[in-house]
Structures are given as C-alpha cells and as structure tokens.
T-cell receptor, first 113, second 112 residues
Framework: RKEVEQDPGPFNVPEGATVAFNCTYS??????FFWYRQDCRKEPKLLMSVYSSGNEDGRFTAQLNRASQYISLLIRDSKLSDSATYLCVVNRGYGGSQGNLIFGKGTKLSVKP | GAGVSQSPSNKVTEKGKDVELRCDPI?????LYWYRQRLGQGLEFLIYFQGNSAPDKSGLPSDRFSAERTGESVSTLTIQRTQQEDSAVYLC??????????FGSGTRLTVV
C-alpha cells in the first residue's frame, strides 16, 4: 500500500460547484497532515494544515479521520483560480520530531466557466 | 532570506557529467528537504536534514546521489555521472519545528 494515496482525477467542475478530494495514508504514526496546492510548473504551496477536529479557511474545509487514516478537502463555490493540483501531504513521523513530508501524487482540479 | 532560494533555476548537462544543485533555506529553519519531481509525476522524497545531519536519506535513488548541509544553512545535492532518467525538477523545502514548510522554485535539470 502506498504511503499516501489520492484519486488522480482530473476533476472537471463548473464555477460555483462544490468539490471534495479524499486521501488515505498508511502510516498510523503520522503526526501532521496538510493540503498543498501546486500550479502548473510551479512549486507546491501550503494551502492548509489539517487538524483532528477539522478546520475551515474560507471556502476550504479540511477533515482528518485518524481511525480510518483518511483526510479530505472540500472546496465550496469553486473559482477559476482554484484550478490546480491538490496534494495530500503526511509527515512520516519520527517519535515527535519533524520527520519528513510524504506527498501524494495529487488530484488535478479544473474549474470551467 | 525571505524565501527558499535554489540555484541554478535551470541546468542542461550532458549525460555522464556531474552536477551540483544548491539550496539556501529560510534563515533559522532547522530542517531542509530535497524532493524530485519528474514531468507529470508526484513529488519523490530524496533526503531530509535536521541541522547538518541527515536522519533520513532513504529516498536517494542510487549512490550517484549525495547531499550535504553546512550547519543550518546551505545544502548541496550532487548527482554524479548523470543519466537521462535524472531529468526532473529538484525541489528544496525548509521548515522550523515542523511547521511552515516552504519550497523553493526548484532547479529544472535536463540531461541530454
């Protein structure tokens, strides 16, 4: 089983749609979870961290289910500018130290007018 | 500096030559990471530094790849006897205490 798995998409949605991405991870010792966004031929940029209680940042909602080792990202009222690849990221975890980040292969989102 | 700086931004090299890629992390960031991203593929972890030690170098694809870091500063990734399959974007990221991972804009390596 891959350390981080995502549906590669692409997700093609109209402006204003709500879209959800899912991700599963295999290492139960993972401590930190993130969603990154990567635009074409650019470096990844942090979109948001994911907390156990779930967290929201404007139109974006992230949720974590530790029991199922599952992370989700919900985007409401999609904008054209949301078109990008969304990367699910999990830290490998070294007993409380930073460890390193393991990236999923990403889910491509294309928002159409 | 204000961000993670990588150089060169682009490198074209002949097969068999050695290349050295440089990463300047954000000042004060203790952790530094190297990743590789082939065209249309996901990020592939190469090596992670905490200070100048490397707790995890499990991602280095072969012994042609090596990396070092001076203190909590600059890191260099060296690829010896480059092969065409080494062509990729090499991304460096830094962080402080596991938060705020910031990526540089990468070095695009093309081996011809």
């Amino acid at each position: 089983r891959k350390e981080v798995e995502q549906d590669p998409g692409p997700f093609n949605v109209p402006e204003g749609a709500t879209v959800a991405f899912n991700c599963t991870y295999s290492n139960s010792a993972s401590q930190s979870f993130f969603w990154y966004r990567q635009d074409c031929r650019k470096e990844p940029k942090l979109l948001m961290s994911v907390y156990s209680s779930g967290n929201e940042d404007g139109r974006f909602t992230a949720q974590l289910n530790r029991a199922s080792q599952y992370i989700s990202l919900l985007i409401r009222d999609s904008k054209l500018s949301d078109s990008a690849t969304y990367l699910c990221v999990v830290n490998r975890g070294y007993g409380g130290s930073q460890g390193n980040l393991i990236f999923g292969k990403g889910t491509k989102l294309s928002v159409k007018p | 500096g204000a961000g993670v700086s990588q150089s060169p931004s682009n490198k074209v090299t002949e097969k068999g030559k050695d290349v050295e890629l440089r990463c300047d992390p954000i000042s004060g960031h203790t952790a530094l990471y190297w990743y590789r991203q082939r065209l249309g593929q996901g990020l592939e972890f190469l090596i992670y530094f905490q200070g100048n030690s490397a707790p995890d170098k499990s991602g280095l694809p072969s012994d042609r790849f090596s990396a070092e870091r001076t203190g909590e500063s600059v890191s260099t990734l060296t690829i010896q006897r480059t092969q065409q399959e080494d062509s990729a974007v090499y991304l460096c990221a830094s962080s402080f205490l596991g938060v705020g991972y910031t990526f540089g804009s990468g070095t695009r390596l093309t081996v011809v």
